[in-house]
């Protein structure tokens, strides 16, 4: 379990000291992946046979601990981003060369010590230890975000850095004191740890603090870091910031709801109702304003934003399958997202087309990314086959199940809109005709693969859920 | 209550503010100097004042005393006037360099004005 | 033999130092015996933490005159803890004076520079560990005259003026501590501050006795530049040499608050300071207005080091802040912020030290684009400001942790609101330095900057580390300011 903390933080410091030689550099950011991803897998079988393994490393107050500890939904959540960290190491060094982007050193290894981190929040054993791993990923994604070094990039990263730290300093570390100032503990607790300690209102006041003070789970208003981080390379946006970042915002919230105020406790609550309206509502604006957007990736920013919410909802209907659903989407929109990024990404280095607008025709040059970016809105959506009807099923099962009939609404009218701004543009991919200038192919092998590869994920997933569903299954005791 | 029994200590409270005027609304900084010496007095007026006993004589052994006087704050002001003298000391060196610097000692002129090239 | 005498060896050590300096030349001589003498006095102190540790409070007499007629040298966790980061961070400041000092400071005075430099550690390391209320002035003046003299010697005219400011308010600081002494002998016919805590418990109406506190509270709090009593500082933190700026920071504004904290808890004890005059409410306004001005004046500045001066000011707003909260928790949070406030301070200070060591400027336009010349001293500049910040695995998170669970276990929200604010502001003058650093293309001139040598390097990096591990490793931090918060409570007659 240290290992696979450990792994990506040699990983950077192997980077750095290969930075001489790129092709060496490269293997070695490959070569992390792949171990990583091993460490992480050959844990799961532990995990899911009901081993909850723990390991202490430090003491840094008195009764409070850094400590990791493994349980499913962390292990998902390490299992999605490890995996997808291979495809997308691939896919980096395709990319950065393919662009000829500069200081890729300093790049891949900021990449590693942020997967480093990731892993940290999917494993960590007490809420301490996340909200450590949750800022060693703001700070160590912030190099990234600014990465291009342009104007531009550093208002973004501004916007990024500013967003994400005053959230969390300002509201997520003062809702910890407070749970710690109530309850004496911070350890992830199957059932909770408030329950019993804090009136409702006071239980209320820290939900909301928690909700908006992982500012990393783009509730709105607090979205705006999101699409600021898309002046990044596109790698980053694809995994960061469609994957381990904003992934680690929403199963911060879904890890709060379920391990430190506990199902039973919040229901009733009507500060979680709030919240369900609150994420709720950010699903119809953002996608309302995705629709607007041109900038592809812009575009894309705004989808996350709403499938973010989707997790958000989800946990917040607090019954068992709303549960599993959250932590399903978790999984299947990481697929899909990051197919969406990689295709925008090899767009861009094929063609350096950025805009909705410029992609008429661009199937028949590329179908190939085209293809696969076809299934990633497919998975957006929520049509079948695709890993992405599984978890909107589960999440819907739950609404009516709650009796959350406004949920219901959104989900539909959200359905509809994700069909709108996705489905013009690989309507129009294909069956649109390209203007005669271009002249264009696809772009570089590791691209293609890995972009290919993502959407095949995605679609396998469907087909085969039976992983991700059982340790969905095992956050809330197993009770299928 | 005794009001002008206690002289020495309204002497004392009117000569600090007397010395705390100066240091704060004097532009010239030797006189900011001067002000602050009789800020420091006037509190060893103070201490000499608290170490007064009714009929004491100076606390030095002598035959005829009936009582002597409280030699402790008399020794406790010795030191502080050997603090005062250091820090006057370092006000004076102070304003002969800043005097050198800007060639100026009133603090209105020095401050509107950027400083000479230090040599 | 030695041990028997920790105490005083502690400060005399430094005294005999200050005086023989002078005598050593022109050459490296005095640097190598400010060394000596810094490195010293550090083992002695740690020595002296740990046997307090063990053994509670040591009481030592000097001259051999027992208490209460001699002085009396009193030991205890809060002031062990205190001469401990008084003698580290002097000691690794010294290290760095040598490379630091040399380039700021003409040849000829270099000698009288240390000479000043010991002379004010011995009144810092003398105020932090005497028992003696009429002693603690004296040793205050001696720390402040010696350090107008370390001020003036700064490099820009505005030094001068600078120092001068600074020693007049600091005059009348100290003399208004000197009649609150006065006042408090007038009423109990004692200097001991052990005497003075046990004949003062049944004063609290007595009118002098609450013009001393008055007196003292304001001599305090001027040395300590608790907000509206700053004025001296953004100056003379601006134009001191390089290294100056950082134990200034690091140790004087330190002292300060253990002068306050000796007075408020020891001396006047719970009842009189907070029951009967209300002290807390008085300081919490200060400390609050102080973190939040301050933090919005360090924001306004281009000057990098008088933007960290100002950031000063807002820090020992925290400090205060905590003190004033007056439970276990909030004066844990005072004391463990002073000792990490001294860590993160000199931290950036000695790396800023290192920027102006290469361009003779720091000012933010000037910084532009230097982190691809001198990326260790930016790494450390960024690891301080992180700190500053308060983020995890910082000395920083450490504060603002037990800070805010002070106000909290309080239920006082617009407290835990400024603390956070603070926070958040911190962020905002940080990052201005740190995107001008990276970001900004760099400056024709600034193409030929090397790093700074590793004689200043390697101090700075110290403390950075040292920033780092207590921010994980936290017993000897948090463990000694919780025992001593606990025994200054109980000392003061429990919690009012």
Not at chain 1, 350 to 369: D, F
Not at chain 1, 372 to 380: P, Q, S, V
Not at chain 2, 11 to 37: D, R, S, W
Not at chain 3, 92 to 99: N, Q, S
Request: hydrophobic share 55%; proline share 4%.
């Amino acid at each position: 379990m240290i290992a696979a903390l450990a792994v990506p933080l040699v990983g950077a410091l192997l980077i750095v000291l290969a930075g001489r030689k790129p092709n060496l550099r490269d293997a070695v950011t490959l070569i992390t992946a792949t171990t990583l991803f091993l460490c992480v897998a050959s844990l799961t079988p532990d995990v899911l046979a009901g081993a909850r393994p723990r390991v202490a490393l430090a003491q840094i107050l008195p009764g409070m601990s850094v400590a990791l500890a493994i349980e499913p939904l962390g292990m998902l959540f390490a299992l999605v981003a490890s995996f997808l960290w291979i495809v997308n190491s691939v896919y980096s060094i395709g990319y950065m060369r393919g662009n000829r982007e500069s200081k890729q050193t300093r790049f891949y290894a900021y990449f590693s010590i942020a997967l480093a981190a990731t892993i940290g929040v999917a494993f960590a054993g007490d809420l301490l230890t996340l909200f450590l791993s949750y800022e060693v990923l703001t700070l160590s994604t912030y190099p990234l975000v600014t990465h291009k070094g342009t104007p531009e990039a550093i208002r973004g990263g501004r916007v990024y850095l500013g967003l994400l730290l005053s959230t969390s300093v300002g509201l997520f570390f003062v809702a910890i004191v407070w749970t710690w100032q109530l309850t004496g503990t911070l350890n992830f607790t199957t059932g909770g740890i408030l329950s019993g300690r804090a009136s409702p209102l006071v239980a209320g006041i820290l939900l909301v603090l928690f909700c908006f003070g992982i500012g990393k789970a783009a509730l709105m208003p607090l979205h705006r870091w999101l699409p600021a981080a898309m002046v990044a390379p596109t790698p980053v946006s694809a995994l960061l910031h469609a994957v381990a970042v904003v992934k680690a915002g929403v199963f911060t919230v879904l890890k709060v709801v379920v391990y430190i105020f506990g199902l039973e406790f919040l229901q009733g609550n009507g500060a979680a109702d709030v919240m369900v309206y609150v994420a709720g509502a950010t699903i119809v604006i953002a996608s309302v304003i995705a629709l607007r957007q041109d900038n592809l990736k812009r575009r894309l920013a705004y989808s996350t934003v709403a499938q973010l919410s989707y997790v958000i909802m989800a946990s917040l209907l607090l019954v068992p399958w709303s549960v599993v659903g959250a932590a399903l989407h978790i999984a299947a929109h990481a697929f899909g997202k990051i197919t969406l990024f990689f295709a925008a990404g090899s767009i861009y280095t094929a063609s350096r087309k950025t805009n909705v607008s410029q992609l008429a025709g661009i199937g028949r040059r590329m179908p190939w990314t085209m293809g696969a970016f076809a299934i990633g809105a497919l998975t957006m959506i929520g049509v079948p086959p695709t890993v992405g009807f599984i978890s909107k099923w589960y999440i819907l099962l739950a609404a009516m199940d709650s009796a959350h009939s406004l949920v219901v609404v959104v989900l539909i009218v959200s359905t509809l809109l994700n069909a709108a701004y996705y489905l013009p543009i690989v309507y129009g991919a294909f069956f649109q005709s390209a203007p005669r200038t271009d002249l264009h192919g696809e772009a570089p092998l590791p691209i293609v693969a890995a972009t290919v590869a993502c959407a095949a994920g995605a679609v396998l997933l469907f087909w085969l859920p039976g992983l991700p569903l059982a340790l969905s299954w095992d956050i809330v005791g197993g009770a299928r | 209550m005794d009001w002008i029994g206690h002289y020495n200590y309204w002497i004392y409270v009117v000569l600090m503010m007397i010395g705390f005027y100066a240091v704060i609304a004097k532009p010239n900084l030797v006189k900011k100097v001067i002000g602050l010496g009789l800020f420091q007095t006037a509190a060893f007026l103070f201490y000499i004042s608290i170490g007064m006993v009714d009929d004491g004589t100076a606390p030095i052994v002598w035959g005829h005393a009936v009582r002597y006087s409280n030699p402790l704050p008399h020794v406790l002001i010795l030191t502080a006037i050997v603090v005062s003298v250091s820090t006057m000391a370092v006000a004076l060196a102070l304003v002969v360099a800043i005097h050198r610097a800007h060639g100026s000692i009133e603090s209105n002129l020095i401050d509107g004005s950027p400083p000479k090239k230090h040599e | 033999m030695i041990g028997d005498n920790l105490p005083a060896l502690i400060v005399v050590i430094p005294l005999l130092g200050a005086v023989i300096a002078p005598l050593l030349g022109r050459g490296q001589g005095p640097w190598w015996l400010a060394t000596v003498v810094c490195s010293t006095v550090l083992a002695l102190s740690g020595l002296l933490l740990t046997r307090v540790l063990a053994h509670g409070t040591l009481s030592y007499a000097l001259g051999g005159w027992v208490p209460p007629i001699g002085i009396e040298y009193r030991v205890d966790r809060l002031n062990a803890l205190v001469l401990l980061i008084v003698a580290a961070i002097s000691a690794v400041v010294t290290l760095y004076a040598r490379l630091s000092v040399a380039k700021e400071i003409a040849p000829e005075r270099l000698r009288f520079f240390y000479s000043a430099y010991l002379m004010c550690i011995t009144g810092l390391l003398g105020i932090t560990i005497t028992g003696d209320a009429f002693n603690l002035y004296v040793l205050l003046e001696i720390s402040s005259i010696s350090t107008y003299i370390l001020v003036a010697l700064g490099r820009q005219p505005q030094a001068l003026r600078a120092s001068f400011n600074y020693l007049v308010l600091g005059t009348i600081g100290a003399t208004f501590l000197l009649i609150g002494i006065g006042y408090l002998y007038l009423a109990t016919g004692t200097l001991n501050m052990t005497d003075l805590a046990v004949r003062l418990g049944e004063m609290s109406h007595n009118r002098t006795v609450r013009s001393a506190f008055a007196f003292i509270i304001v001599g305090a709090s001027l040395k300590l530049a608790l907000f509206p009593l700053h004025a001296w500082l953004p100056n003379a933190y601006t134009y001191a040499p390089s290294a100056v700026t950082a134990l200034l920071a690091a140790t004087a504004t330190k002292v300060g608050a253990y002068i306050l904290l000796r007075f408020l808890f020891t001396i006047f004890g719970l009842e009189l300071s907070f029951a009967t005059l209300r002290a807390d409410v008085v300081i919490l306004l200060a400390a609050s207005v102080a973190v939040i001005v301050g933090s919005l004046a360090a924001i306004r500045q281009d000057d990098v080091k008088r933007m960290l001066a100002y950031s000063s000011i807002a820090q020992i707003g925290y400090i205060a802040l905590g003190i004033a909260l007056v439970s276990v928790t909030g004066l844990s949070a005072g004391i463990l912020h002073l000792f990490n406030h001294a860590l993160m301070k000199a931290a950036l200070f000695l790396a800023l030290g290192c920027v102006a060591y290469r361009i003779n400027s720091t000012n933010i336009r000037d910084l532009h684009g230097l982190a691809r010349r001198m990326p260790w001293t930016f790494a450390a500049f960024t690891a301080g400001g992180l700190s500053l910040i308060g983020v995890p695995l910082t000395t920083g998170f450490i504060s603002k942790w037990y800070l805010l669970r002070a106000t909290i276990e309080r239920g006082w929200w617009p407290l835990a609101i400024i603390i956070i604010v603070g926070s958040l502001l911190a962020v905002v003058y940080v990052w201005r330095v740190v995107e001008a650093a990276y970001f900004h293309p760099p400056a024709e001139s600034a193409k030929a900057i090397h790093e700074a040598p590793a004689g200043l390097l390697l101090p700075t990096w110290a403390l950075v580390l040292a920033n780092v591990y207590f921010g994980i490793d936290t017993q000897l931090s948090v463990g000694t300011a919780t025992a001593a918060a606990r025994a200054l409570l109980a000392a003061a007659g429990g919690t009012p």
